[in-house]
Antibody
Framework: QVQLVQSGAEVKKPGASVKVSCKAS????????MHWVRQAPGQGLEWMGW????????NYAQKFQDRVTMTGDTSISTAYMELSRLRSDDTAVYYC?????????????????WGQGTMVTVSP | QSVLTQPPSASGTPGQRVTISCSGS????????VNWYQQLPGTAPKLLIY???QRPSGVPDRFSGSKSGTSASLAISGLQSEDEADYYC????????????FGIGTKVTVL
């Protein structure tokens, strides 16, 4: 079945970097954009950006423009999200989510398959 | 603070109809389609509605969506206890070189 499996929880100190992985299976990795969304404890969802695994093109939310890097390894169908210069307010669950396409059309903002989430805690 | 405005909470008794609104602007809802997500406690969000009113395979027809101008809404008819969850609207915003935006979320309580 189609699924995204993310790497495990991380604890980082302020100023450090974190890299979260997202392994896709059950579909052709290069056929769909991969998005990253985060959710701080008790808060709503926040879109961070996308990567096109076919050509490694990216688009990041302006808020994260200078701190985030999204990459992909097509040989192992895995996407990565690296966030640098971590702060305490980066503490959140980070999700990867597959862009939704059907009937030959892709729908911006629609994500049909989500990873299980990776908890990143930033604490001194 | 989100660019999409949702009521923080909504409630109803089993069998009732509940409606959740999502208000935006010309750069997001006004020029892009709207999607809705359901998030049960401790789980990842689930796509409920895409392209304003379409349901992915497996989503019950009790869930329906609509859009008019710069606003959208999600309706849950025949409310069931398992519908108690957080609901988020989402779309694209053409400003700032295009980016995804979510509403703040609405907590639906089944009384």
């Amino acid at each position: 079945q189609v699924q995204l499996v993310q790497s495990g929880a991380e604890v980082k100190k302020p100023g450090a970097s974190v890299k979260v992985s997202c392994k896709a299976s059950g579909y052709t990795f290069t056929d769909y954009y991969m998005h990253w969304v985060r959710q701080a404890p008790g808060q709503g969802l926040e879109w961070m950006g996308w990567i096109n695994p076919k050509n490694s093109g990216t688009n990041y939310a302006q808020k994260f423009q200078d701190r985030v890097t999204m990459t992909g390894d097509t040989s192992i169908s895995t996407a990565y999200m690296e966030l640098s210069r971590l702060r305490s307010d980066d503490t959140a669950v980070y999700y990867c989510a597959k862009g939704y396409c059907t009937g030959g059309n892709c729908y911006w903002g629609a994500f049909d398959i989500w990873g299980q989430g990776t908890m990143v805690t930033v604490s001194p | 603070q989100s660019v999409l405005t949702q009521p923080p909470s909504a409630s109803g008794t089993p069998g009732q109809r509940v409606t959740i609104s999502c208000s935006g602007s010309s750069s997001n809802i006004g020029s892009n389609t709207v999607n809705w997500y359901q998030q049960l406690p401790g789980t990842a969000p689930k796509l409920l509605i895409y392209s304003n009113s379409q349901r992915p395979s497996g989503v019950p027809d009790r869930f329906s969506g609509s859009k008019s101008g710069t606003s959208a809404s999600l309706a849950i008819s025949g409310l069931q206890s398992e519908d108690e969850a957080d609901y988020y609207c989402a779309t694209w915003d053409d400003s700032l070189n295009g980016q995804g935006v979510f509403g703040i979320g609405t907590k639906v309580t089944v009384l």
